[in-house]
């Protein structure tokens, strides 16, 4: 049983972050920010797929206007992605952001950050202090060591923190990234032991899906396990959608989160295999696919190890030449037809 870190709670409209809250999964829209019905349409498509807040892109003027327009139109707390510029922090607070995020490594006029201060209390506005390791400048070398990476980017999130802190601001949940899973790993055990706020998580630019999702895993599930985190988002090149997913299995993995659907575990197969267990479990996956029941179904390969490794399943599907044995909850319930097997199936999940 995985004992999260104990963290100040941070409200980001109607979601917390942190404290004895749930993870909370987040992503980013990847449409251009000014054309407002794509972005519309892409935060509600992250919404129906379980995410809870997602951040989005105002590089200019034009685009913390269509912001505010696009604020209105959903229904999910959004928070504004901001670079460089303190003005469009501002407007985006003033836009209805419930939060947004600054990058130390390129905000760095006191007066500038005491102006974004002030608008978030004023708004009630969180504040994502996002160190990245790529934007601070000490560390464009390559022959900077990995220790000291690390070193650099807790100090840079340490200096920007007291900042906040000394201006009476608290509202803030903290984040540093790096392309590196262990540098990514060892930075946020760090930030966890300094200090109190929440953590978002994140190995940033990850890559394109297939080669994203292990790294995300390594490195989120490491932390999760450990307790740390509080919000995650997955970076990988494409659908933001994919990310969503990715992070709910990770979550899931960890018993982090609850499963609301069927988990298929299915044998890796050998030497002993009596039926053609991918293409079963395939069929079995999409059978379910509409399931709302959390059972753990099992595909094996046969009945002679299939019943005991599929002990703990809620049923058990184990191949025999042209049949299958059915258990449910470890007792044989059935031996059918290859035929007749998700059929069969079915109609013992109605069951349950
Ligand atoms: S369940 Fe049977 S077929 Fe599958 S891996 Fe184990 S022994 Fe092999």
Same mark, same amino acid.
């Not at 942190?18 to 000014?34: F, L, R, Y």
């Not at 951040?55 to 269509?66: F, G, Q």
């Not at 070193?151 to 540093?176: C, H, P």
């Given at each position: 049983?995985? &004992?999260?870190?104990?963290?100040?709670?941070? &409200? %980001?409209?109607?979601?917390?972050?942190?404290?004895?809250?749930?993870?909370?999964?987040?992503?980013?829209?990847?449409?251009?920010?000014?054309?407002?019905?794509?972005?519309? +349409?892409?935060?509600?498509?992250?919404?129906?797929?379980?995410?809870?807040?997602?951040?989005?892109?105002?590089?200019?003027?034009?685009?913390?206007?269509?912001?505010?327009?696009?604020?209105?139109?959903?229904?999910?707390?959004?928070?504004?992605?901001?670079?460089?510029?303190?003005?469009?922090?501002?407007?985006?607070?003033?836009?209805?952001?419930?939060?947004?995020?600054?990058?130390?490594?390129?905000?760095?006029?006191?007066?500038?950050?005491?102006?974004?201060?002030?608008?978030?209390?004023?708004?009630?506005?969180?504040?994502?202090?996002?160190?990245?390791?790529?934007?601070?400048? *000490?560390?464009?070398?390559?022959?900077?060591?990995?220790? &000291?990476?690390?070193?650099?980017?807790?100090?840079?999130?340490?200096?920007?923190?007291?900042?906040?802190?000394?201006?009476?601001?608290?509202?803030?949940?903290?984040?540093?990234?790096?392309?590196?899973?262990?540098?990514?790993?060892?930075?946020?055990?760090?930030?966890?032991?300094?200090?109190?706020?929440?953590?978002?998580?994140?190995?940033?630019?990850?890559?394109?899906?297939?080669?994203?999702?292990?790294?995300?895993? %390594?490195?989120?599930?490491?932390?999760?396990?450990?307790?740390?985190?509080?919000?995650?988002?997955?970076?990988?090149?494409?659908?933001?959608?994919?990310?969503?997913?990715?992070?709910?299995?990770?979550?899931?993995?960890?018993?982090?989160?609850?499963?609301?659907?069927?988990?298929?575990?299915?044998?890796?197969?050998?030497?002993?295999?009596?039926? *053609?267990?991918?293409?079963?479990? &395939?069929?079995?996956?999409?059978?379910?696919?509409?399931?709302?029941?959390?059972?753990?179904?099992?595909?094996? /390969?046969?009945?002679?190890? /299939?019943?005991?490794?599929?002990?703990?399943?809620?049923?058990?599907?184990? /191949?025999?030449?042209?049949?299958?044995?059915?258990?449910?909850?470890?007792? +044989?319930?059935? %031996?059918?037809?290859?035929?007749?097997?998700?059929?069969?199936?079915?109609?013992?999940?109605?069951?349950?």
């Amino acid at each position: 049983m995985i &004992k999260r870190k104990k963290t100040k709670a941070v &409200k %980001v409209g109607n979601v917390t972050i942190g404290s004895a809250s749930p993870i909370v999964v987040q992503s980013m829209t990847k449409v251009s920010t000014q054309d407002v019905g794509k972005c519309v +349409k892409q935060v509600n498509q992250l919404a129906q797929a379980g995410c809870k807040l997602v951040r989005i892109a105002v590089p200019t003027k034009a685009d913390t206007a269509a912001f505010a327009k696009i604020v209105q139109k959903v229904k999910i707390p959004l928070i504004a992605d901001i670079h460089f510029s303190a003005q469009r922090a501002i407007e985006a607070i003033e836009a209805g952001a419930a939060k947004i995020r600054l990058n130390p490594g390129n905000i760095k006029n006191r007066k500038d950050i005491f102006r974004i201060i002030d608008a978030a209390k004023m708004h009630d506005t969180a504040i994502r202090i996002g160190v990245n390791e790529a934007s601070i400048r *000490d560390l464009k070398q390559d022959n900077v060591s990995a220790d &000291k990476r690390v070193g650099l980017m807790l100090k840079e999130l340490k200096q920007y923190v007291t900042l906040f802190e000394s201006r009476d601001f608290e509202n803030i949940v903290l984040s540093a990234k790096s392309s590196n899973t262990a540098r990514t790993i060892e930075v946020n055990r760090l930030i966890s032991n300094t200090f109190q706020y929440p953590i978002h998580l994140g190995l940033t630019h990850a890559g394109l899906c297939e080669d994203a999702q292990i790294p995300s895993a %390594v490195c989120l599930g490491s932390l999760l396990s450990e307790g740390i985190g509080d919000t995650v988002r997955i970076s990988i090149a494409g659908n933001p959608v994919v990310e969503v997913g990715v992070a709910r299995s990770i979550l899931l993995s960890l018993g982090l989160v609850e499963r609301q659907e069927p988990e298929i575990i299915v044998c890796p197969t050998c030497g002993r295999t009596q039926i *053609d267990v991918v293409k079963l479990a &395939k069929k079995v996956k999409k059978a379910v696919s509409e399931c709302q029941k959390p059972l753990r179904i099992a595909v094996m /390969g046969c009945f002679v190890n /299939g019943p005991g490794e599929a002990a703990d399943a809620d049923l058990a599907i184990c /191949g025999g030449k042209g049949k299958a044995y059915i258990y449910k909850k470890g007792k +044989k319930t059935a %031996v059918v037809p290859e035929a007749v097997i998700i059929e069969t199936v079915l109609q013992l999940i109605d069951k349950f």
